[in-house]
C-alpha cells in the first residue's frame, strides 16, 4: 500500500465498491439523491395545504398562511443547519473523520436549540394570526402550527442526517427518509384530520418526525460511522465551532429565506389588505412553488456539497503538485454544477408546460369548484405566472448552490433579495395601485419572475469566474513541486472517476491510487489527518470551551 494511504475504508469515499459493484454515473446518482430528499419533504407541505383545505371554506387561504409561515420559520433554521453538509465534505476530502464527527455533533446541538425556538415561534401564532388575518382563517392556521410546533426538532433532525448520510456515501438515505417521512405524516395526519381537524394534521408531522428520526440516530451506530466518533462525550472547542456555523450559516439562511420571505410578503399583504379572494386563489401557487423550489434547492446543496469536497482534494492536490489529481477534480466540480442545472431546468421545463395544460384540475386540488368563478380563474392565471419563472429560478438555486462550494454565498443572496424584495415587492404594488388597485397578486407575482431572471443571470456570471479562478490556480501548479510536508497521499481519491480507474478483481488495490476504498474491510482508527489543521482550523484553540455531553 502507498506510503500515507488509510488501512481502513470509509463510507465518505465509497463512491465505487468493487463488492457491490460499480456507479455508471456517479454524479447523477448524488445530485437525484438530495434532490429526491428535498422533493418527498416538499411534497408533505403541500399535502398538509391539500388537508387544510377540507377543514373548511377559509381552509385554502389558511394553507396560503401555514405554507410561507412554515417555510420562514424552518427554512430560517435549515438555512443555518445546511452549513454542516458544506463544513464536513472538505474535511472529509482531507480525510479528517474525527474533526469531521465534531462537526455534526456540534450541528446536533444546534439543531436541538433552533428546532426550541422554532417550536415557541409556532405556538406564538395562536396570539398573532388573530390581529392579522380572518378569523377563521386564522384559527385554522394557529391549530395547525400547535400540532405541529413539536415536530421542529425531530424535522431539522432529518434534513440534517441527510447530509451526513449524504457525505457518508449512504446516497439512498436521503430520498429513503424523505419519502417514508411524507408518507407516514400523510396517512396520520389524513386519519386525525376528522376527530381533530387542523390539529390533527399538524400532530401527524410531529408523530411521523420523531419516528424518522430516532431511525436515522440508529443507522449512525452501524460500524461504518465509528471512525467519526458521533457519541462521544467530549466536544473540544464547542464555542468556536458554534461560531463558525452561525457565520457561515447565517449567510446560507439569509440565501434560503430570499426565496420564502418574497411569498410570505406577499401572501400577508394580501391578508393585512382584506383580499380574501386574492389570498385564497394564491394558494395554488405557493404550495406548487414550495415543492418545486424545495426540490430544486435539494439539488443546489447537493452540487455544492460535491464541490466543497472536490475544493478540499484540489487544496490537498496544489499543495503536493499534483496537477493530474487537481484537474480530474475541477472537472468533476464542472460536470456537478453542468448536470445539475441541466436536471433542474429540465424538471421545471416539464413543469412548466404540463402544469400550464393542467392548470384547471390543479387550482381546484387546493380550491373547491363551489368557489367563486373569478376566484378560480384568478387561481389559474396566477399558477401560470409563477410557472413562467421555474426555469430561470431553477437555473438560479442551483447555480447558487454551487457557489456555497467556494463559500461565496452573501453576494448572489443580496441580488435576488435587492431585485425581489427591495425592488420587485414596492414597484409591483405602486404599479397596481396605479391600474386599479384590485390585481396586486398578478403585479407582485409577476414582478417576482423578472427578478429571478436578472438575478440568475449575474448569479450564473459569478459562478463561472470562480471556476475560470480555480482553474488559473491549477494551472500554475509546477509537476515537479517538492514542498509535501503537510500534504495528504497522493491516493485522495476523485469523486468521479472513469471505469479504467475502478478496481477488477484481479487487480490489486495497492496499483490504482484513484480507486475508493472499500467500506466492507473497515477497521477502527484514529486518523492522523485529523491532527493536521486546515484553513478552517488555522485560529489556535485553547480548548476552554470543552462541553461533557
Known amino acids: 500500500m502507498p506510503a500515507g494511504s488509510p488501512n481502513i475504508t470509509t463510507p465518505l469515499l465509497a463512491n465505487n465498491r468493487p463488492a457491490e459493484g460499480h456507479c455508471h454515473n456517479p454524479t447523477l446518482v448524488k445530485t437525484l439523491s438530495f434532490g429526491l430528499n428535498s422533493l418527498f419533504l416538499s411534497t408533505h407541505i403541500l399535502v398538509n395545504g391539500r388537508l387544510l383545505s377540507l377543514t373548511g371554506p377559509e381552509g385554502p387561504g389558511a394553507g396560503a398562511i401555514v405554507a410561507t409561515y412554515y417555510s420562514v420559520t424552518l427554512g430560517t433554521a435549515v438555512g443555518i443547519l445546511l452549513a454542516t453538509g458544506l463544513q464536513i465534505s472538505p474535511l472529509i476530502g482531507k480525510r479528517k473523520y474525527i474533526k469531521a464527527g465534531q462537526v455534526i455533533r456540534t450541528s446536533w446541538l444546534l439543531t436541538a436549540g433552533l428546532g426550541t425556538a422554532a417550536t415557541a415561534l409556532m405556538l406564538a401564532n395562536r396570539g398573532i394570526f388573530p390581529r392579522m388575518f380572518a378569523p377563521q382563517t386564522a384559527v385554522i392556521a394557529a391549530q395547525f402550527f400547535e400540532g405541529y410546533a413539536g415536530a421542529c426538532i425531530p424535522l431539522l433532525m432529518i434534513i440534517t442526517n441527510s447530509q451526513i448520510a449524504f457525505a457518508a456515501g449512504d446516497w439512498l438515505i436521503p430520498p429513503i427518509s424523505g419519502l417514508l417521512f411524507a408518507v407516514m405524516s400523510s396517512g396520520i395526519s389524513y386519519g386525525l384530520l376528522n376527530r381533530l381537524g387542523a390539529l390533527g394534521i399538524g400532530l401527524g408531522g410531529t408523530l411521523s418526525a420523531a419516528t424518522i428520526t430516532a431511525a436515522t440516530q440508529l443507522w449512525f451506530l452501524r460500524p461504518n460511522y465509528q471512525d467519526y466518533q458521533l457519541y462521544r462525550r467530549n466536544l473540544p472547542h464547542l464555542l468556536k465551532k458554534i461560531k463558525r456555523f452561525l457565520q457561515q450559516g447565517w449567510r446560507l439562511s439569509f440565501q434560503r429565506l430570499t426565496e420564502w420571505v418574497t411569498l410570505l410578503l406577499i401572501a400577508t399583504l394580501l391578508g393585512l389588505n382584506h383580499q380574501s379572494d386574492a389570498l385564497t386563489a394564491s394558494q395554488p401557487s405557493i404550495q406548487y412553488l414550495a415543492l418545486i423550489a424545495s426540490t430544486i434547492q435539494g439539488f443546489a446543496q447537493a452540487v455544492g456539497m460535491r464541490i466543497s469536497t472536490n475544493r478540499g482534494g484540489i487544496q490537498a492536490a496544489i499543495r503536493q503538485g499534483d496537477k493530474a489529481l487537481a484537474l480530474e477534480l475541477h472537472r468533476s466540480s464542472v460536470r456537478s454544477i453542468i448536470l445539475g442545472n441541466i436536471i433542474a431546468a429540465s424538471l421545471n421545463t416539464a413543469i412548466t408546460f404540463s402544469f400550464y395544460l393542467a392548470r384547471g384540475p390543479l387550482v381546484q386540488f387546493f380550491i373547491p369548484e363551489s368557489s367563486n368563478t373569478s376566484t378560480i380563474e384568478l387561481a389559474e392565471t396566477l399558477l401560470w405566472i409563477n410557472m413562467a419563472g421555474l426555469i430561470p429560478d431553477a437555473l438560479g438555486l442551483v447555480t447558487a448552490g454551487a457557489l456555497r462550494g467556494w463559500d461565496d454565498i452573501l453576494l448572489p443572496t443580496l441580488y435576488r433579495f435587492i431585485m425581489m424584495i427591495i425592488v420587485g415587492i414596492p414597484t409591483a404594488w405602486g404599479l397596481s395601485e396605479a391600474f386599479g388597485g384590485d390585481n396586486e397578486a398578478i403585479f407582485m407575482f409577476a414582478a417576482r419572475d423578472i427578478a429571478m431572471l436578472l438575478s440568475t443571470a449575474l448569479i450564473m456570471y459569478r459562478c463561472v469566474g470562480k471556476i475560470r479562478e480555480d482553474k488559473d490556480k491549477i494551472d500554475a501548479i509546477s509537476e515537479n513541486t517538492d514542498d509535501t510536508s503537510d500534504a495528504p497521499s497522493s491516493t485522495y481519491p476523485a469523486l468521479d472517476v472513469n471505469p479504467s480507474s475502478v478496481i477488477t478483481p484481479n487487480q490489486p ?28 482550523d488555522s485560529e489556535k484553540e485553547t480548548g476552554t470551551n470543552n462541553l461533557q455531553i
Do not use: K, Y
Open 509 to 536: 488495490r495497492e496499483a490504482n491510487p484513484h480507486a475508493f476504498f472499500n467500506r466492507n474491510q473497515r477497521r477502527h482508527l484514529s486518523n492522523p489527518a485529523d491532527d493536521v489543521p486546515d484553513e478552517q
